[in-house]
Each structure stands twice: as C-alpha cells, then as structure tokens.
C-alpha cells in the first residue's frame, strides 16, 4: 500500500504548547500535503510541500519534508483549543491520485 | 468562488438498496476524487474523474461506480448497498493538472440498515 502513516495515533497536549505530528510514507512522492478534519466534517487543506522543498511555514504551521527518510512532520506552534482536530498527510506518486494517511487525533486542551 | 458541495448531507438506506451522491466542483475545477472514509479503514481513495473519463480507479468493488457530467459535476452510484458501506464518503475537486491541492466537500454520511 501507498498509504502514509502518521504518528503519533493520538496526542493531548496544553493550550499554548507545540504540536508535532510525523508522516512516513513508502515510495517516491511529487508533493505531500496536510489536512486537517473537524470531527466528522470535510478535510481542509493547510499546506503542500513539493518534493524539492525542505520546509514550509504557514501562519502557526510549519512543514518539514524529507524524502532520504520517506517522512515528513508537521509543527503546530502555540496551539489553541480551535486546534482541536484530526490530521492526516496526503502523498501522490501518479500526480493524480492521492493517498492519504491514517490520521493523527490532536486535542488541545483549554 | 463557492467551495464543493455535496448532497445530500445524510442518507439512510437498507442492505440491498442503491444510493446515488452527488458532488459539484468548484467552478474551473475539472477533476473530481471520491474518498470513503471510516473509522477502521480511514481515507481510501475510490476514483477520479476528469473531463468526463474516469482517470484513476481505487480497489474497491465494481458496485462502486461514478460519471462525471460535462459541467464537472460527478455522480457516484453504490449497487446492492452493505452494512460496511456505511461511510462518511467525500468528494475534491482540482483543477486537474497534477500535483495539486485538492479542496473537499463537506461530505455525505450514508448509513446503511
């Protein structure tokens, strides 16, 4: 399976404190991207990093990408309870279909 | 521009029954992804559509069918409904060219009895 993983499958942490989720993945990718899903809800984009690309900054997020070790994190700086969601890395190989990860479960709490 | 829209929302059927869902794209949008999402099996990728040709095609079962119209708007259909087709099944659009964000629906959640 092309099937990213993410991990850790859970995390809980403070309000204000840092996030950090890790995606591995098995075979050569053009662009991975994260989500992020409010329960039960649709999955809204928050970052694309091309496979040329080392890291990405966004706002309160931050992208890392290395393709040697098949992996990538993401870093949510200063979280708020808003944070709360799950999060899940998409890779694609064809270009065109995308597979996505198993999901990470973050709750921030207040 | 308006995001993807999906209807209807929620759906309950009963084993044996065929659904049909619909998803509109963003408008310029050509291409169209249809996911099934559930708590054991997570995000699996089902088919893509652009222009009107099924493009990519998941591991799921031929009772899993779709079409997209010529506006981009796409239909995906389930025959002979299960009790494990009952999902969150969602639908994303891109512009089509490859290695692109994809913006999702709100999702339909189908429930099966």
């Known amino acids: 399976s092309q099937q990213g993983e993410e991990d850790p499958q859970a995390l809980s942490i403070q309000e204000g404190e840092n996030a950090t989720m890790n995606c591995s993945y098995k075979?050569?990718?053009?662009?991975l991207q994260w989500y992020r899903q409010n329960s039960g809800r649709g999955l809204v984009h928050l970052i694309l990093?091309?496979?040329?690309?080392r890291e990405k900054h966004s706002g309160r997020l931050r992208v890392t990408l290395d393709t040697s070790k098949k992996s990538s994190s993401l870093l949510i700086t200063a979280s708020r309870a808003a944070d709360t969601a799950s999060y899940f890395c998409a890779t694609d190989f064809t270009g065109n279909q995308f597979y996505f990860g198993t999901g990470t479960s973050l709750t921030v709490i207040p | 521009k308006a995001g993807v829209t999906q209807t209807p929302r929620y759906l309950i059927k009963t084993r044996g029954q065929q659904v049909t869902l619909s998803c509109s794209p963003i408008?310029?949008?050509?291409?169209v992804s249809w996911y099934q999402q559930t708590p054991g099996q997570g995000l699996q990728f089902l088919f893509e559509y652009f222009s009107e040709t099924q493009r990519n095609k998941g591991n799921f079962p031929g009772r899993f069918s779709g079409r997209q119209f010529s506006n981009s708007r796409s239909e995906m259909n389930v025959s002979t409904l299960e009790l494990g087709d009952s999902a969150l099944y969602l639908c994303a659009s891109h512009l089509g060219g490859g290695r692109e964000t994809q913006y999702f629906g709100p999702g339909t959640r189908l429930l099966v009895l």
């Open positions: 990093i091309r496979s040329n690309e």
């Open positions: 075979t050569s990718i053009n662009n």
């Open positions: 408008s310029g949008h050509r291409s």
